[in-house]
């Protein structure tokens, strides 16, 4: 069981993607929906891994958040729905989960996520 951090500018869609964690044996520890939450919470620390949504709101992308997770050692998946963004060569090789999300792409995103 691994303790989750979501960061996902739609409501609708983190609480989706928080029963398809819990469905899957882990816990939603942490959400945020702005570059600032979640650098306070990866401070705060308390979560295993961390789901990236690309494109928050009021055009803010996930990169430094990729950034400050890689600097920590912490694991991540990215989730994107729309255009993907190239991520910065740092991140090029890490997953993506790609909307309408399923149980089984989030399970599979979670697995390659935390075998890193």
Known sequence: MANILIVEDEPLIAMMLEDFVEMLDHSCTANADTVAEAQRAIKAGAFDFAILDVN???????????DALDDAGIPFVFASGGQLDTPPGRHRHRPFLYKPFTLDSVGEACAKALET
């Open 56 to 66: 928050l709101r009021d055009g803010e992308t996930s990169w430094p958040i990729a």
